[in-house]
Each structure stands twice: as structure tokens, then as C-alpha cells.
């Protein structure tokens, strides 16, 4: 499961898994370029509604790593 302590990095796996870029995940969110590189840097964290979307968008199934 997610855990919000290591959103940059799950939100990282998850869009490489989808072989996503940054900017196809930006497009798709409409978000800049520059805020989704903040969350996988933990420069900056979503709101709930973000994050609400961003589960939306990339949604998985239980990870083990």
C-alpha cells in the first residue's frame, strides 16, 4: 500500500510502471511540469484532492518491494 511518507517515491514507481514520463503525467493531470517533478523530489506534497487524483490516474494494486 502507499504510504504518504514515501509519496515521491511511490508516485515515481508507479509512473515508470505505467511508462509514463513527467510530462505525460503532467498533460494528463494538468499540472506543470514543474509540480509533479517537485512530488518525486518531496520538494512539495499534493493536497488530498491531488492526491485523490493522482491515485486515479495511476491506480495499483498492492506492491511488495
Known sequence: ??????FEKNISKLRKLKNL???DLTVALGLS????SMYETNQHQPK????E???LYLPYQRMHY
Open 48 to 51: 488530498i484532492d491531488g492526491i
Open 33 to 36: 511540469s514543474s509540480t509533479i
Open 1 to 6: 500500500m502507499c504510504n504518504i511518507n514515501n
Open 21 to 23: 514520463s513527467q510530462k
Open 53 to 55: 487524483e493522482i491515485a
